[in-house]
């Protein structure tokens, strides 16, 4: 319970509109997009960075615990209140005032409140797009403070890259308001401070503006499905695309056979491409792309593409199967698919692994080796990003089973994979989805003593005040 | 002066070739690629990791201050020892074991003290590279510590872009080792502590080893002179070229007449390639390029760049007075004689600038108009990578003039021009050179006190030792 005197103090900071007290509407605030749900104390609702600060600044004085939020499509509890009834939430859904595009620069400074489909919308009729592909539709504040990678990372990697400059709230006695936005691309004039922002849930800071790279939007596109001989071929396969496609090459996704056959039983509508309705045990989505229409005399995308894969299908490796080229729209919807088609296979337990790019199959060949013999009721449903090391590892139980509805069972599956993927891979408990309450105890038991001690040394020295939802120290 | 018992203790923990104490010998290490001269007290010389955390933790535990020197070839006074003989110069030359080449994941993890050239020769027969274009030879160490950027940023990035993960370490008492050796791409799982010892000149800690990230090399390249209608055309050029060639632009460089007559000046093998020897005011370089060579059916980089030319000098804007495809080889030898033509032309006072790209010809356009008021002797010799916003904006004073010897004049027109880009333009007074002795006053001007007060907090929680040549604080 936030008590009445901050409720009417803030509401002066922040005006009628920036401050929700009435518990239906704080609903909204409280509840994840997909998972989550906690109780907020209160949501403000500032509109510009100078709001915020006033109402940051008041909340560290008067030792208010605050949860930036941002569009709230996080997996991992990055973004809600907890169950305690005592945290602000402090939205960002107000903050899309400023929307100033610079063609010249390729950038864009703008509030951090929009979401990505706006932005992407506004920029459409100049040519211009911000490169991060998402399932989700998040707003550009959780997207820099978890730092999301997405689909076509392999072409334009992660916001990290795509980030020129951020205005930042500290949780600090006078919310200190620090003007990272700049629009250069080459400065090397001390520390880049944005790079502790982001990816780090809002714990140093609140991310209120930003200046973005875009890039222009691809005009020509083709795909392909390719089946590779075995798990073996998948890097030897994506090392010839790179080579022989260089630029081009705009996305690599690998999708397992159940994965695939989850997504063809959740969705009708979607048309098994496999010859014969047999799915093989793994198929890779192959994107390449550019930002011109065919020109008098050039080759169209699928005829490159068709090319390319004689090439390699002829070369002595043998590490094609099969291989087409298809529509972009099809080949992308059934990929788009496998989300949802893995959640309504049974109770779904999901991981977001990376690895090093060669250690991917060989992480997904340990898993269904030994997971039949640990957890006999698992069925191993990944998809990912091959290109950049990203997998999506999904396990999913029968709904109807005693694992699905036992807790201790998932903490034990949970800490069974994880450890396998960071102890013995090398790998991340998180690629793209940051930390969160989700992820602490992960952080909390992998993260090197130094490393936490750095953290609890940045926390100070930036917000010492309660900020998000993760404790870096 | 170092004590002798220092040099001894130093001694017994790097060894015979760890440590460099006689002063003939120490001169390699007390004088810079190009200018810098100072006095090592003592250099050491450690081959591994594990050997520069003893040696800087005896020195910081003796309060001996710490020079990390990488190629030498920095531009800033940002590796070698001041004039004091007091300081210690820890060299990476020796840091050249690991070379450990990961095909698949398309990345090195190796020793930090390896010259860029050796790195890419080491490559090139896997049809990779280390994509950071320079005219120096500097060691990956120094490279990570100054964030290079060079001529294909536009295609390929910084440093920073280009690095997975270092070893650091940090001048403590201990001589902690950070090990954020990570080779994973996607992995935000904390703070991304890599990110504050990149560009900092190794005020924060000293980087032993990196993770690099590689690139399909270029087969096969076209380059094309462009000679802009006006200076207000280079923009609505570089919007037009990006457009129609995406992925494919891997250079867009701007040379201005007084450069490029310099160059011809100076190197008598070069050919003016203008129509009758006449200089255009300025002139762009655009280069494209792909990683494969030209299939069947497929037309040559030679073409589609004449194409795209012709499509743009037929465009209503008529940005274009001239412009013809060359051979690449010829073309680049005119670029990078630049800068040893303009140091011939006179005393050279140089600026390592970078702007919004819309404001670099702006930027260049103001001094052209007030340069010769405020001062007369002055040539403005400006060339730059058009494509990012950085600009080696060069100044050439006679020889035989009193500016050339005056160091209050001199020091006059930095301050006027830095006052300019900087304040007026809100660009940097460091795109890829980073800080060093050179640029710590404008780092003390222009950085902001809470900034400073940042970073005095995180040198606290890193390397409190004395270490670098940069105050940050």
Redesign the interface.
Same mark, same amino acid.
């Given at each position: 319970m936030i008590d009445q005197e901050h409720i009417l103090a803030l509401g002066n900071i922040l005006g009628d509109k920036g401050i929700v007290s009435e518990p239906g509407a704080m609903v909204a605030y409280q509840t994840g997009a997909r998972y989550d749900e906690g109780l907020a104390g209160l949501v403000l609702r500032p509109a510009t960075t100078e709001e915020a600060s006033s109402a940051v600044a008041y909340c560290v004085r008067h030792g208010l615990s605050l949860i930036p939020q941002s569009g709230n499509t996080g997996l991992v509890s990055g973004s809600t209140p907890d169950a305690s009834g005592a945290q602000v939430v402090l939205s960002l859904d107000r903050m899309t005032r400023r929307f100033d595009l610079?063609?010249?620069?390729?950038?864009l400074h703008t509030d951090a409140g929009f979401r990505l489909s706006e932005v992407n919308q506004q920029l459409e009729a100049n040519?211009l797009f911000f490169p991060i592909d998402l399932g989700a539709d998040p707003r550009l504040a959780g997207m820099l403070s978890?730092?999301t990678?997405g689909s076509r990372?392999l072409?334009y990697?992660?916001v990290?890259?795509n980030t020129l400059g951020i205005k930042v709230v500290l949780a600090d006695e006078v919310g200190?308001i620090?003007?990272l936005t700049? &629009?250069?691309?080459?400065?090397?004039?001390?520390? &880049?401070?944005k790079? %502790?922002f982001?990816?780090?849930s809002g714990a140093?800071g609140i991310i209120t503006e930003c200046v973005l790279n875009l890039e222009?939007l691809?005009r020509q596109m083709a795909t392909a499905y390719l089946v590779p001989s075995s798990g073996a071929h998948v890097?030897p396969l994506?090392?010839s695309m790179?080579?022989?496609?260089?630029?081009?090459l705009s996305a690599f996704e690998g999708m397992s056979k159940n994965a695939v056959a989850a997504a063809l039983d959740h969705v009708p509508s979607l048309r098994n491409p496999f010859q014969g309705g047999h799915i093989p045990d793994y198929v890779i989505l192959c994107e390449i792309s550019?930002?011109?229409e065919p020109?008098?005399?050039?080759?169209g995308l699928d005829?490159?593409l068709e090319?390319v894969l004689a090439e390699i299908w002829e070369s002595e490796a043998a590490p094609l199967a099969d291989a087409f080229v298809g529509p972009a729209h099809e080949m992308w919807a059934l990929r788009h698919a496998l989300s949802e088609g893995v959640k309504h296979a049974g109770k779904l337990i999901a991981f977001d692994l990376?690895?090093?790019?060669?250690d991917i199959m060989a992480f997904c060949d340990r898993m269904k080796a030994e997971m039949p013999g640990a957890f006999p009721d698992v069925t191993i449903c990944d998809f990912g990003?091959i290109g &950049?090391?990203?997998v999506h590892f999904n396990l999913v139980v029968p709904k109807d089973s005693q694992a699905a509805t036992d807790a201790a069972f998932e903490q034990h599956l949970r800490d069974w994979v994880f450890n396998m993927a960071v102890r013995d891979f090398?790998?991340?408990?998180?690629?793209?989805?940051? %930390?969160g309450r989700k992820?602490q105890p992960?952080?909390d038991l992998?993260?090197?003593g130094? %490393?936490k001690?750095?953290?609890a040394?940045?926390k100070? %020295?930036?917000s010492p005040g309660a900020l998000g939802t993760v404790r870096?120290g």
């Open positions: 610079d063609l010249d620069n390729r950038s040519g978890t730092n990678g990372f072409k990697g992660d990290r890259r200190t620090l003007d700049s &629009d250069l691309r080459k400065n090397n004039t001390g520390v &880049d401070w790079q %502790i982001i990816g780090t140093f222009a691809p890097m994506l090392r790179e080579q022989k496609l260089g630029a081009y550019r930002t011109w020109r008098e005399g050039e080759q005829a490159v090319t990376s690895f090093r790019r060669g990003h &950049d090391g990203g090398n790998g991340s408990f998180s690629a793209e989805h940051a %930390i992820n992960y952080y992998y993260t090197d130094k %490393i001690e750095l953290a040394g940045l100070a %020295i930036t870096f």
